[in-house]
């Protein structure tokens, strides 16, 4: 069993309040979507990256758990939830899960409509057992079940995808500080943008994310 002291101020107190209400946020905005459950026959790249990711999660949760660490799991849930799933993920696939262009395709929308809600589900379920009341609001609201009386997700063979976590952090956040540094608004469009090649099964995303009008592949670089 790991035992350890852990500090507490009222800093991070008002942290751990921010990440509730950003968590509150992410929930009302994936159930103003409609509830995707069942997998679709085919999942878009980007939608598969991040349900490896929370895969992951699912992975190493279960192993603090049952050395009942709570404390770690929470950490990297948080940063999940910040570092990953919102600040990325969600600004990648928006435009793909509200369509309203209809600039995807019916399958495309509903892929990202699944991951959408697999993710937030297995979110409130691995942080259940270290945040019970708020989880349990939040799943009683969404599914109008008693998050306490689910089973614990299971870890799920995940599917590759050519690209890492890393590389997607990096472009995004490259774009927009080229954007800030700029002076102008993150909706802003470029003409071109290079970026790597391994992102290449998410271009669709990216160009739609970042108002991009033609993407190269390559070392990050853009054109106005």
């Known amino acids: ?38 997998r679709p026959k085919k999942l878009e790249a980007t939608d598969r990256w991040i349900l490896r990711e929370i895969n992951a999660l699912v992975t190493y949760a279960r192993k603090q758990y049952e050395m009942y660490d709570f404390h770690t799991p929470a950490v990297r849930l948080r940063h999940f939830l910040w570092e990953v799933f919102a600040s990325h993920y969600i600004e990648l696939v928006k435009n793909r899960a509200y369509n309203t262009n209809g600039d995807f395709t019916d399958d495309e929308q509903q892929s990202a409509l699944f991951a959408l809600n697999e993710c937030i589900d297995t979110f409130l379920k691995l942080l259940a057992p270290a945040v019970p009341i708020v989880t349990y609001k939040l799943f009683k609201d969404m599914r109008n079940k008693d998050i306490h009386k689910e089973p614990f997700p299971d870890v799920v063979e995940a599917d590759v995808v050519p690209f890492t976590t890393d590389d997607i952090v990096a472009t995004n956040s490259f774009i927009w500080k080229e954007k800030k540094d700029r002076g102008m608004s993150l909706k802003a469009p470029v003409d071109e943008a290079t970026v790597p090649a391994t992102l290449k099964p998410i271009e669709k995303d990216l ?4 108002t991009i009008r033609k993407i190269q592949y390559g070392d990050l670089a853009l054109k106005w």
């Open 207 to 210: 160009l739609l994310a970042h």
């Open 1 to 38: 069993i790991t035992k350890g002291d852990i500090r507490a101020s009222f800093e991070r107190i008002e942290g751990a309040g921010k990440t509730i209400t950003k968590l509150w946020n992410v929930c009302r905005f994936i159930d103003s979507f409609k509830h995707v459950e069942k």
